[in-house]
């Protein structure tokens, strides 16, 4: 009876391990009868996962039940904690039932219990997590960079591992993606490449594809500080045409505005340590204090609290399912007639 619990809020690593659960079980011939998906939001479709689970697979190879979202290890009613329990024994050998949730098993259910027990005496089953650093935890994020790295068999030095973390943070999916362009770039200019040894990324080329990217985000969040909110929509605009990623675009604003708001609130306070005051703010390149300090000359806190929160409600837009575009032009123009009023 194979059960694999897999959770965290890192989705790309998550999605990643559930695949190649999937690849290692199921035969492709049989896929179509031996692959079932399930969305734990609904009860109804629990209770399904659990009658399906029960059947061995057709034909070779195994089966594989997935329930995204599931609520067996987090919010779980009577009715399905029975139906688990009764369930749970009669998992065939070769049928894999794959729960899956973005949150932290909480170990005082009872059916939390009953999983994690059943994992431990069966050799086949297992329990994974998956949790990205904070966006504060330089350490943890150069790490995670690190990881993808080894996984897709390149390495670069620290700096431009820092660059990645400044522009990229902590977003998984969006270090693979940019590192597997970097990879294809690289093999382009390396002559000497083979594919035994780690392909190194130089630092130039980091600089290239990915810093520049964010510099033109960095740019409009400078527009906003000084309060050129038509001209920084228009450059927003001009991005989202060409195709730049409305959450990168956002997440690289916010990033920016959390960094503004530790630096004026640790100079309130008299600090004057720059390392100590990068690694409060989530900096990577303590330098970088200091050019922070001159955009903030004579900026309020009112002011950088008021982008923070602009930026959090265009971020919560944007994931709703507004347009891009016009989750920017509704928060950054609205806030900008109040003020204007004011």
Partial sequence: MPIHLIWGDDYEASNRKIQEIIETVIDPVWKSFNHSQIDGNDPTQNFKA???????????GGRVVLIRRSPFCNSCSIELANKLEQAIKLIPDKTHLILNNSNKPDKRLKTTKLIQNSIQKDKNSQEKSFILPLPWDINGQRNLVKNILHRLNLKMNHEAIDLIVESIGNDSSLINTELQKLTLLAEAVNEKFTEKEPLEIQKELVKKLIHNNSTNALEIANLLLKGERITALEKIQSLLQNGEPALRLITTLTGQSRGWLWVHLLDAQGNQDVKEM?????IANPKRIFVIRKQLHGKSLETLLTLMKEFLKIEASIKSGTNPIDSFKDNLLTQSKILTNN
Avoid: F, Y
């Avoid at 659990?50 to 070779?60: A, I, M, T």
């Avoid at 990068?278 to 989530?282: E, L, N, Q, S």
């Fill in 50 to 60: 659990l009658e399906e689970v029960q059947s061995p697979p057709l034909g070779s």
């Fill in 278 to 282: 990068a690694k409060i703010a989530g």
